[in-house]
């Protein structure tokens, strides 16, 4: 908010005689104005993907437009994609930006991985990068002037699970600093299909989080706090294909996102799924054989919240596959291959206490006798969940 002070707010012009006796509240006036920030919005498509069945191995690619829908600039612009099944299934070939969306040349994204997410910097772009972000509808030239273009060039190995699509998600801050509208937006590629292996059935999972009937959606709140997943899988027919029935090569795989663990010790199971092994961010499971059309199991789990990491819309994912006959990658050959009979992802968010510099934070130093006096005002400010006793501030000292 501007406040604006003008004078001469009089009934009259004033006489020279009458200027040096006048008082404030005859020429001084004060209005105020209030500066409503324009709204940013970012959305992500597909644009490129495989439209047909690939063989194992082979390179592929995905490309993505990014765009700012609205007036204002979009901020921090930045592409997640998670790879299905885990780092080792894709190849990484490479990631690059083309920007503005018509032009020739592309440029090398820089891109960090955190467990089997991939983050895209787009401010990694040299132009992204010296405009501060990615410009809206009020001083974009041309609607190519707010996209953007990724292009992710992937190769499938033998741990590529046949039959599962990829996903990507957006993120953008508007200029005052707020989430832009469409923050988080996601959206999945076709299912990527390899040569030789084929969907015997249908495995659909229905996971049911904590608090996912709130109205803002599921979500664990707090550090150390502890919550049950459950999870529903359902066997069906496929058309054409033959009656459904599993055997011993009948698997499952749940992926819990960065800042949540399995809590090692509370998987259970009243319809004989075994877990096959686990570790803080995944379970593999085995579903027993011999099930049939229609017929459904159940299992859950305990999850915990770690000390550090909060975010919005963390993928809790259960991919559900069969191991089969080798395939051919390359000139070797994978001792099995995977295909898919269902994927299921479902979204949380992680709440905790959140932690900033409110501003005015001091340090000082005085020596004596070669000895150093430290002194520190600090000033935080939170911005989450209330934070319970107990919470330390950890000061990194740079003396020996």
Request: proline content about 4%.
């Amino acid at each position: 908010m501007l406040t604006f002070s003008h004078g001469w707010d009089c009934d009259r012009y004033p006489t020279s005689v009458e200027y040096g006796n006048l008082t404030n509240q005859c020429y001084e006036n004060t209005t105020q104005l209030t500066l409503s920030p324009r709204s940013s919005e970012v959305q992500i498509t597909i644009t490129d993907q495989p439209s047909t069945r690939i063989d194992m191995c082979d390179a592929f690619h995905v490309k993505l437009q990014v765009n700012s829908a609205q007036l204002a600039r979009l901020l921090n612009p930045r592409v997640e994609f998670t790879i299905p099944g885990g780092i080792s299934s894709l190849d990484i070939l490479s990631v690059k930006i083309k920007y503005p969306y018509n032009a020739s040349t592309t440029e090398n994204a820089v891109y960090t991985t955190a467990g089997n997410t991939l983050n895209v910097d787009l401010l990694s772009h040299s132009v992204i990068n010296s405009l501060g972000g990615i410009p809206g509808t009020n001083d974009a030239l041309t609607a190519a002037d707010r996209q953007v273009e990724v292009d992710f060039e992937l190769r499938t190995t033998c741990d590529y699970i046949s039959g599962t699509p990829v996903l990507f998600k957006v993120f953008a801050d508007k200029p005052c600093g707020d989430p832009a509208e469409g923050n988080g937006s996601l959206v999945y590629s076709n299912d990527i299909n390899i040569n030789g292996v084929v969907q015997p059935y249908d495995a659909f999972s229905a996971i049911v989080l904590p608090n996912e009937l709130d109205v803002n959606g599921a979500h664990i709140d707090g550090c150390n706090a502890t919550e049950t997943v459950s999870v529903t899988t359902t066997f069906s027919d496929i058309a054409g294909q033959s009656a459904t029935q599993t055997d011993v090569n009948d698997f499952g795989k749940v992926t819990i996102p960065l800042g949540l663990s399995y809590v090692n010790g509370t998987f259970t199971s009243p319809n004989g799924i075994t877990l096959v092994s686990s570790n803080t961010n995944e379970l593999v499971i085995q579903y027993p054989a011999g099930l049939t059309n229609l017929q459904s199991v159940d299992f859950s789990f305990d999850i915990q919240t770690t000390i550090s990491g909060c975010t919005t819309n963390a993928d809790v994912t259960l991919i559900n596959y069969i191991e089969t006959g080798g395939l051919i990658c390359g000139a070797a050959s994978c001792v099995n291959a995977i295909v898919t009979t269902g994927t299921s992802t479902e979204l949380i968010d992680i709440i905790k206490p959140d932690f900033a510099d409110a501003g005015g934070s001091t340090a000082s130093i005085t020596s004596f006798n070669a000895n150093n006096n430290y002194s520190f005002t600090i000033n935080l400010i939170n911005n989450g969940l209330d934070a319970q006793i107990g919470y330390t501030y950890d000061i990194y000292c740079a003396d020996n």
